[in-house]
């Protein structure tokens, strides 16, 4: 059930969370480690997700997603960080910056591909208005975008500046609306509504107990897999088609954001290597990064005792060894994957612009498949 609420001429969708069925609410568990309270990005301490939705008449269809590392000055109290490209036919803002620097300064917004400009603005206004950046005169805005395109009138632009600040206020910790909203309002994703979806794994205690949260906008093609079933072949629905059945085709491109955070002590170096894992989460899912696919991912860490604090005159981080990184790599794997499979569980068919009509996946379909016992 969803509440509507009217504001100004657009309507910004509230989604009852707790209505909300994932993967796991069928009981299908995927992955060997265990996740956080929320199985969302959000269990990794200090980190909030905001969502600002817009639907309106049958043309809008779009949003913005927020995601706010830290609750203290993000400018001052840089997080260590890493951008990877797994494939980059996309418009990701910052990225030069973070990989010359290897910190982030900024929320992370994701949106819509023309609204990156937009998204921009509204990171530099949060920023030079937060108390203790008045003499800020530089601000590296991290906005990632997908293209909903197909159920949104994209070429009016109708994400603001404005929006982009909002759904830094409204950010908040605990569960995670998934699905269409945000930034995955139009999205969509192996020829079925996609949206937003998040996971999290917790490592044991012998590897220390840390955090790992991830957070994509899926927007992309391929052959879907869930927990290796081949669920897009079984149900007629995948990329290639055409060449393979004689039959109608779906685009294998798109794109894919994906936003991995984690508390353990890491630097950008291991990050990145963090990073390059997401994209092996989103294969397990059957994603294939495909020649038109803008597939990013920025990563994170959010540990308190190596915050990046500009006043002082030394950086003195304490780091992970390289051994200790495996289980770090398994459960980025484990929750990227689990996350875009929860953006296509919690997502609702949606008819839009043009009158374009993408329906949702055929969920009990697909549990049948998975549990066919």
Not at 203 to 224: C, M
């Amino acid at each position: 059930m969803k509440k509507f609420i009217f504001l100004i001429c657009i309507a910004t969708v509230s989604v009852n969370i707790f209505a909300q069925k994932r993967l796991r609410d069928y009981g299908i568990e995927t992955g060997i480690f265990k996740t956080g309270k929320n199985n969302a990005i959000t269990d990794v301490a200090s980190v909030k997700v905001g969502h600002i939705t817009l639907i309106e008449g049958n043309d809008i269809r779009t949003g913005v997603t927020a995601i706010v590392p830290h609750e203290g000055n993000i400018f001052q109290k840089k997080c260590p960080a890493a951008i990877y490209a797994g494939n980059g036919f996309g418009k990701l803002a910052g990225y030069t910056q973070v990989c010359e620097l290897g910190n982030i300064e900024t929320p992370i917004i994701l949106t819509n591909t023309l609204s990156v400009a937009q998204a921009i603005e509204g990171l530099v206004t949060y920023t030079i208005t937060q108390k203790g950046n008045e003499n800020v005169k530089s601000v590296n805005s991290i906005v990632g975008e997908t293209n909903d395109g197909g159920l949104n009138d994209i070429r009016k632009r109708h994400v603001t500046s404005q929006h982009v600040t909002d759904a830094i206020a409204v950010a908040k910790d605990g569960s995670v609306a998934e699905g269409n909203v945000g930034a995955g309002t139009g999205t969509q994703c192996f020829g079925y509504k996609g949206g937003i979806g998040t996971s999290s794994r917790i490592l044991p205690a012998t590897y220390g107990n840390y955090t790992v949260g991830v957070l994509v906008q899926s927007n992309f093609g391929g052959i879907l897999e869930i927990n290796g079933v081949q669920a897009g072949k079984k149900l007629g629905q995948y990329s290639f088609k055409n060449a393979v059945e004689n039959d109608s085709s779906l685009n294998p491109d798109g794109s894919c954001m994906i936003v991995v955070i984690t508390d353990a002590p890491v630097d950008a170096r291991n990050l990145e290597r963090m990073a390059k894992r997401a994209m092996l989460g989103l294969a397990k899912t059957g994603g294939i990064a495909a020649n038109g696919s803008g597939d990013y991912v920025i990563a994170l860490s959010v540990c308190k005792e190596n915050l990046i604090d500009g006043s002082t005159k030394y950086y003195t981080p304490v780091l992970l060894h390289n051994e200790a990184m495996s289980a770090l790599f398994e459960a980025t794997i484990e929750a990227t994957a689990e996350a875009i499979w929860n953006s296509l569980f919690a997502a609702e068919t949606m008819t839009g612009f043009d009158g374009k009509k993408v329906k949702a996946l055929p969920v009990d379909e697909v549990v049948k498949m998975l549990k066919p016992n």
